[in-house]
């Protein structure tokens, strides 16, 4: 029976980050570091529950469960 190789998941979270801030400072290589980690790998965005609570909302990314 083969093995199988388990793969790895990086979650980065970044607390009020939006991809329209991000974008120009990757794309003036102002994040090489950041840029290096979203080329490798995929990246995208994602819906969030209501009311934006911080708290709340890390509390879902950490459980899955809506809080």
């Not at 708290?55 to 899955?64: D, E, F, R, V």
Request: glycine share 6%.
């Amino acid at each position: 029976m083969s093995e199988r190789l388990a793969k790895k998941v990086l979650l980065l979270g970044w607390d009020a980050a939006d991809w329209k801030i991000i974008q120009p400072l990757l794309e003036a290589a102002l994040m090489p570091n950041f840029e290096r980690l979203v080329s490798a790998g995929v990246m995208g965005k994602l819906l969030s529950l209501q009311p934006m609570l911080s708290p709340m909302l890390w509390n879902s990314i950490a459980t899955g469960k809506r809080a």
